[in-house]
């Protein structure tokens, strides 16, 4: 049994199996997610587990270059524009797009985790970059 990181099996096997620029979402419970997306389900019941509290432990684990994020989210939800705010101040590169455009970008990923997040636009797309 692991010790330290993330336990959750499917979500330690999609960043293991990360390559440089390929991405993942965390998402609210109520974005969509494309069918032909590997589906991460961590809610359990609204609010829990909180977006905030998957990104943070995501973060711990996953070397990220870049996120994107709803623009709609600066002045819906200014928890994840403050969040955003303290990456981008961290070193990520943050964008910002429409969230029609973000759930087109959601095809691409390698695997949404939805979690129990009820607030709105709390998602977010993460680019892995790379350790050396």
């Known amino acids: 049994m692991k010790k ?3 336990l959750n099996s499917d ?3 999609v960043l ?9 979402v965390i998402a609210d419970c109520g974005l969509p997610i494309p069918d032909h997306v590997e589906r991460i389900d961590l809610a359990l019941k609204l609010g829990q587990p909180s977006f905030f509290d998957a990104l943070h432990e995501i973060l ?9 994020i709803a623009s ?3 002045a819906l939800n200014p928890a994840v524009a403050s969040k955003a705010e303290e990456m981008s101040a961290s070193g990520i590169h ?3 797009v429409s969230h029609e455009e973000f759930k087109q970008l959601c095809h691409s990923a390698k695997a949404v985790i939805r ?3 009820a607030s709105p636009y709390a998602n977010i797309i993460l680019h892995s970059g790379v350790i050396f």
């Open 4 to 6: 330290h990181g993330i």
């Open 16 to 24: 293991a199996q990360l390559g440089h620029t390929d991405s993942i």
């Open 94 to 96: 943050i964008d910002f």
């Open 72 to 74: 709609e989210s600066l």
């Open 115 to 117: 979690t129990g997040e």
């Open 60 to 68: 711990s684990d996953m070397q990220v270059e870049r996120a994107v």
């Open 11 to 13: 979500i330690a096997r």
